[in-house]
């Protein structure tokens, strides 16, 4: 979502009088890529872009295209496949050995549902979503959006029924994953969107700005519970919102919500754990060693903490934390292992994919 909101941020800065633009999205990737499915990158008519669709190879050439689509104003797809050994093919050489299929959009500013305002809407959606995009067909056929609102879709898609439209949307979000299609005329992408990432860090001590600045490069939305005339000034910079730890029924809930309990304090710990626990929350991570979360459950007589599933302590993965940072960044990489079904393990010992 980081990626989506820099290029929206950059697409409501353009002077659209004076300069066009176009997007690419990574609409299909089969084998090894450095980016997935989702990818995107905003090109200028006057060469400056925002985002990346790959580590770096293809971004040179995704420009060139981009700006063509603007000319004619015309989507276009490309496969960049750096499988084979062929000198003359973009990428080969700097790691990418797959296939890449790349939709170039020309953005009409005029339309109210072009592919950035459909983006604009998604990121508001608090739960998992998808946009239907035929990415393959006939020239009236490629790039046409349709965003999913929750209903069952009525009309069909090219020769797609909406009967298998909508078992298609539910395939995706079961999985929560992106899925393609293709049917006899069409090629349909059904991309999967997860809500933003919602933090919510407990606590107000110096400790607090650590894991605030890793949330805040990782584009999470960051809420504090504590005192707040004990937070500094960055805290507050960087929180969507501040609040006493009396107010925390105030807070927004999804299920992409993670919950960090640092306050240092074990009676606020106490008083929190369960008010929390009781919330339809992803994570809830509690900082201390195990005798201190073994006390917490002999505290907590009501609540059994070791079939809470989603509840960790003590929190995050064992790198050998010591500093602030440290610690920050081994709770962070674990609430992204949990949310990604992921056992944070070196991938060296990984005998499958990295990605499906």
Known sequence: MKEIRKIIAAYDDLDHKNIQCAIASVVNVEHSSYRRIGARMLVRSDGIWVGGISGGCLEGDALRRSQQAIFHSSPSRVTYDTMDDDEHQIGIGLGCNGRIE?????????????????????????????????IDGSPALIDQRIPYQGDLISEPIADIPAELLNSLVQESLAKSKSIIHQSAQVKLLVEHFRPE???????????????????EVLGWEIFIVGTP???????????????????????????????VLMTHDYNWDKKMLPIFISRPVSYIGMLGPKKRMEKMQADLPDIDLSKVQHFHSPVGLDIGAET????????????????RARS????????????S
């Open 197 to 215: 990432q919602r933090l919510i860090i407990v606590g107000d001590n110096y400790d607090v700005n650590a894991f605030t600045s890793i949330a």
């Open 229 to 259: 005339k004990k937070l500094s000034k960055e805290a507050y910079q960087k929180a969507a919102k501040v609040c006493h730890y009396t107010e925390v029924d105030q807070l927004p809930i999804h299920q992409h919500t993670a919950v």
């Open 102 to 134: 790349v939709l170039f959009s020309p953005i009409d500013p005029e339309d109210e549902q072009n592919p950035i305002e459909l983006l604009r809407d998604i990121i508001q959606i608090e739960t998992p979503t998808v946009l239907l995009k035929t």
């Open 344 to 355: 944070g393990a070196p991938l060296k010992y990984r005998s499958t994919p990295i990605h």
């Open 324 to 339: 602030p940072e440290e610690i920050a960044l081994a709770i962070a990489a674990e609430i992204i292992a949990i949310n």
